[in-house]
Nanobody
Framework: QVQLVESGGGLVQAGGSLRLSCVADRSIFSSIYSSDAMGWYRQAPGKQREMVATMTNGGSTVYADSVKGRFTISRDNAGNSVYLQMNSLKPEDTAVYYC???????????WGQGTQVTVSS
């Protein structure tokens, strides 16, 4: 079991920035599995949850096309936190953002409770 706690959401005007943080109660990035990962997903009202950005234990990162060049995922040295720096925010970025941890070679997946990001035009 992995507990994830997100923070950093809020209300911002279009063009502004926010930084989301997610802390796990165990180290994810010190796993023996290079495919273990932490990442960010989002879900807007009436839409399916979608991947925003992920980072694997092996260091690979993946971004949704809609956020490339604007969002940056990073992690801490302790291996239990992941961050999402969001710049040049747009109203269409408005959603609940969820932190995800995938462990044991991808066999187990855990979610945080979500943090609301609202971008006003």
């Amino acid at each position: 079991q992995v507990q994830l706690v997100e923070s950093g959401g809020g209300l911002v005007q279009a063009g502004g920035s926010l930084r989301l943080s997610c802390v796990a109660d165990r180290s994810i990035f010190s796993s023996i599995y290079s495919s273990d990962a932490m990442g960010w997903y989002r879900q807007a009202p009436g839409k399916q949850r979608e991947m925003v950005a992920t980072m694997t234990n092996g260091g690979s990162t993946v971004y949704a096309d809609s956020v490339k060049g604007r969002f940056t995922i990073s992690r801490d040295n302790a291996g239990n936190s992941v961050y999402l720096q969001m710049n040049s925010l747009k109203p269409e970025d408005t959603a609940v953002y969820y932190c995800n941890a995938r462990i044991n070679g991808g066999l187990s997946s855990y979610w945080g409770q979500g943090t609301q990001v609202t971008v006003s035009s």
